[in-house]
Every structure is written in structure tokens, then in C-alpha cells.
């Protein structure tokens, strides 16, 4: 299984841009980054995914490392509602299509 | 709204007493799977469907079950519950594997004591 590491947490200050890494080595060739925010008593809400190419939609952007050792998440104006846990997730084809989660980044946004 | 509804949201029960948490998805979507989530071991996966009446096991499958007879629905069954049960369980969905986002429920808090 792919394994992915992220720093216990980050702060940033509103309306600041927001890089959040993760780092997956592992990773095989066909495996998707996912990333995932969850807010207390909430699921997971899905931000954004990518394989291979750089990806943007209107919640953040994703940045995958050429190597696809490592990726970043990318909240290009930060807001007191994405203070959240953020999930850096590798989707493993080969078991069952199954999320393999990071321990997840804190959040904090300070106004 | 595109949802996937889990029920109960909290649950308390004793140890051994059979129990069931409903899961259901009003998108449409092949894929489903239920995952566990505790302190200081994230989220892991019990068990998956590709599609109705294809079920496979996942991370962390023992003292559980599932079924899907209909698309919409994957029910999480524990025949018979123990404490080390204990935990927040999330439903999720997806269109179809891979290339996908995955939708979540909002949970279910069971306590097995």
C-alpha cells in the first residue's frame, strides 16, 4: 500500500495562500492523489484529484512533483472556513480501490 | 442535493446484540465502500462494491458484513458487536473506481460496551 506522510499541522493567516504537502514515495504509476478536508462531526469532503498532471478547480489546485513523490495542495486565498484537517489520500487500484489516508494536516487560519 | 445518508448517526450498544447501519447514495454511483476512523490510526477500509452484488473485503473486514442488493444501498452489518468496534464509521461513493472523487457521509458514532 501507498503511504502518504504530512505535517501534523500548518497556520496561515487569512487571505493568504496555503501550500499544504504531502509526500508519497510509494506511490505506483496508476495510483490517484486524492485530498480530503474534514471539518469536527463531519465527513470527509472531497477537495481534489489528480494523476499525473497539475490540477485546478474552484475549491484549490493540485501540484504533483514530476517524480510523483510528493504533491501540494494549494488554497490560493485562505478563509476562516478552511480551517479543517486535510487529507492527502493515495487510491490503491490494486486494493479494492481503497483511500490509503495520511494522518492529515491542521489547519489553522488566523484572521 | 447529491448525498450519501448514513443511519443512525450515533448508536450505543451492548456487546453482542446484532446491529445494522444503512448507508444510501442518490447518485447513482457503481462504487461504495465503508471505512473506519479512530484516533491515531486514520481512516481504513472495512469492506467495498464495485457494483450491485459485488462485494470484496478491505483493510480491516473482521467482525463485519455487507451486502448490496440495490445499487443505492451498502448496509454495514456487525453480527455480533464488540468493544474494539467502538468507532466513527464513514460510507462513501463514487461514479465509478479510479479517476473518481470519492462522497462521504456524515458518520455513525458507535459505542459498543
Known amino acids: 500500500d501507498a503511504k502518504t506522510t504530512q505535517p501534523n499541522s500548518m497556520e496561515s493567516n487569512e487571505e493568504e495562500p496555503v501550500h499544504l504537502p504531502c509526500n508519497h514515495s510509494?506511490?505506483?504509476?496508476?495510483?490517484?492523489i486524492h485530498w480530503y478536508r474534514q471539518l469536527p462531526s463531519q465527513g470527509p469532503e472531497y477537495v481534489i484529484h489528480?494523476?499525473?498532471s497539475n490540477v485546478n478547480n474552484r475549491m484549490a489546485s493540485l501540484a504533483i512533483a514530476e517524480d510523483r513523490k510528493s504533491s501540494t495542495l494549494i488554497l490560493h486565498r485562505a478563509t476562516l472556513r478552511d480551517a479543517a484537517v486535510y487529507y492527502c489520500?493515495?487510491?490503491?487500484?490494486?486494493?479494492?480501490?481503497?483511500?490509503?489516508f495520511g494522518k492529515g494536516t491542521s489547519l489553522l487560519v488566523t484572521p | 442535493e447529491a448525498q450519501v445518508t448514513q443511519n443512525p448517526r450515533y448508536l450505543i450498544t451492548v456487546t453482542g446484540k446484532k446491529l445494522t447501519v444503512t448507508c444510501s447514495q442518490n447518485?447513482?454511483?457503481?462504487?461504495m465502500s465503508w471505512y473506519r476512523q479512530d484516533p491515531g490510526l486514520g481512516l481504513r477500509q472495512i469492506y467495498y462494491?464495485?457494483?450491485?452484488?459485488?462485494?470484496d473485503k478491505g483493510d480491516v473486514p473482521e467482525g463485519y458484513k455487507v451486502s448490496r442488493k440495490e445499487k443505492r444501498n451498502f448496509p454495514l452489518i456487525l453480527e455480533s458487536p464488540s468493544p474494539n468496534q467502538t468507532s466513527l464509521y464513514f460510507c462513501?461513493?463514487?461514479?465509478?473506481?479510479?479517476?473518481?472523487?470519492?462522497?462521504f457521509g456524515s458518520g455513525t458514532r458507535l459505542t459498543v460496551v
Open positions: 462513501a461513493s463514487s461514479p465509478y473506481r479510479g479517476g473518481y472523487g470519492y462522497t
Open positions: 462494491s464495485m457494483n450491485v452484488e459485488v462485494t
Open positions: 489528480g494523476l499525473t
Open positions: 489520500a493515495a487510491l490503491d487500484s490494486n486494493s479494492g480501490y481503497a483511500l490509503n
Open positions: 510509494t506511490i505506483s504509476g496508476t495510483d490517484y
Open positions: 447518485m447513482n454511483h457503481e462504487y
